[in-house]
């Protein structure tokens, strides 16, 4: 008589939170700020990194000022993984463990399989977007740039208007669906060490059952790390690990029995 073996049964993906306010992302704003004081500022490493990316975007404009615009692009398509060290500080100081920053250096290795394949994901989505926006701004231009001023002052004419709508309804498809993608995949990955596309398609179903609250998380970042790049690189420094922190509260927020995880 044989017996049957019941093959393990796989984890189901992590339950929703069912309600989260409107008002939940300056909670996770203000959350962020006291996890950034609490570590005593250790996150000011990640966000000195930040502002070294930032300058070599200047800095390769200067040569290839046709990859400008992607590669900013890409600075945000890579943000949930180079913020990965700031998760794991907030996740160290919610745990009560000794916080560390050298241990947020290293902590991928968790779960390296999946972050790698996630960051390999969203390095395709950069590179692809990087080509398409080169391709974009061939058809837009009808001389060279030899400046900053005089490229945007021409993206921006009214005879380029037909440019700017494509440029910023191609951008905004792919920024919506890396957003989509990322809301919590990393801090998912590095709490719960859940597979690649559990945590991708945790993240979006976090999006569609609370777009408002996510959108305006969206907005938000925008508008802080966008400010930091328009404004002044130097204020990344702060601006990025806040961001950070608040995005670990965002994932604790919104992924339901997060409590749960190992």
Same mark, same amino acid.
Do not use: H
């Given at each position: 008589m044989s017996t049957a073996v019941t093959p393990p049964t796989r984890p189901g993906p992590p339950p929703i939170a069912a309600m989260v306010p409107l008002s939940a992302p300056r909670r996770w704003l203000a959350l962020g700020w006291d996890d950034l004081r609490a570590t005593k500022f250790r996150g000011l490493f990640y966000g000195l990194l930040f502002a070294l990316m930032g300058t070599?975007?200047?800095?390769?404009?200067? +040569?290839?000022?046709?990859?400008?615009?992607?590669? +900013?692009?890409?600075?945000?398509?890579?943000?949930?993984?180079?913020?990965?060290?700031?998760?794991?500080?907030?996740?160290?100081?919610?745990?009560?463990?000794?916080?560390?920053?050298?241990?947020?250096?290293?902590?991928?290795?968790?779960?390296?399989?999946?972050?790698?394949?996630?960051?390999?994901?969203? +390095?395709?989505?950069?590179?692809?977007?990087?080509r398409v926006s080169v391709v974009l701004f061939a058809l837009a231009s009808t001389t060279e740039f030899p400046t900053m001023r005089g490229m945007f002052a021409q993206i921006v004419s009214p005879e380029n208007f037909e440019f700017v709508a494509l440029w910023?309804?191609?951008?905004?498809?792919?920024?919506?669906?890396?957003?989509?993608?990322?809301?919590?995949?990393?801090?998912?990955?590095?709490?719960?060490? +859940?597979?690649t596309m559990m945590a991708v398609f945790s993240s979006a179903r976090a999006l569609a059952t609370h777009p408002g609250p996510v959108y305006l998380w969206a907005l938000m970042i925008v508008v802080l790390i966008g400010a930091s790049l328009v404004l002044w690189l130097g204020l990344l420094v702060v601006t990025a690990p806040l961001v950070g922190h608040a995005t670990w509260h965002a994932y604790r927020s919104l992924i339901g029995d997060a409590a749960a995880g190992g």
């Open positions: 070599a975007i200047r800095s390769i404009y200067e +040569t290839q000022w046709q990859l400008t615009m992607g590669l +900013t692009a890409g600075f945000f398509l890579l943000g949930p993984f180079v913020c990965t060290g700031l998760y794991e500080l907030s996740r160290q100081r919610e745990r009560g463990e000794p916080v560390s920053l050298a241990k947020s250096l290293v902590c991928w290795r968790r779960n390296l399989g999946a972050i790698a394949f996630f960051a390999a994901i969203l +390095t395709f989505a950069m590179i692809v977007w990087a910023a309804a191609v951008g905004f498809v792919f920024a919506s669906l890396v957003f989509a993608i990322s809301v919590v995949s990393v801090p998912l990955m590095l709490d719960r060490r +859940t597979d």
